[in-house]
């Protein structure tokens, strides 16, 4: 575990400290479960969602090779604009 220092405004803190107060725990702990919840709980669920959504259209039939597609997608003026 590593140690920081945060600067909090005074609303703030008076709502963490009557909520640590209240379960029994301290400041730093309902901290933890914050950022737990907020950025690494969720950032796992995101990681899941974004496996279950990659490939969800590979069985299209409507636009033939995807490879092909893409790559018509992707055909234009891209090199006259830089070539100018």
Do not use: C, P
Not at 9 to 30: C, M, N, P, Y
Not at 45 to 59: E, N, S, Y
């Amino acid at each position: 575990m590593r140690r920081t220092q945060l600067y909090l405004e005074e609303g703030v803190w008076e709502a963490l400290h009557l909520r640590a107060k209240q379960e029994g725990v301290t400041i730093s702990e309902l901290v933890r479960k914050a950022v737990r919840e907020r950025y690494v709980e969720n950032a796992e669920q995101r990681k899941q969602a974004m496996r279950a959504f990659a490939g969800i259209r590979r069985d299209r039939s409507d636009i033939g090779d995807t490879g092909v597609y893409v790559r018509k997608l992707r055909r234009g003026s891209r090199l006259h604009r830089l070539a100018r």
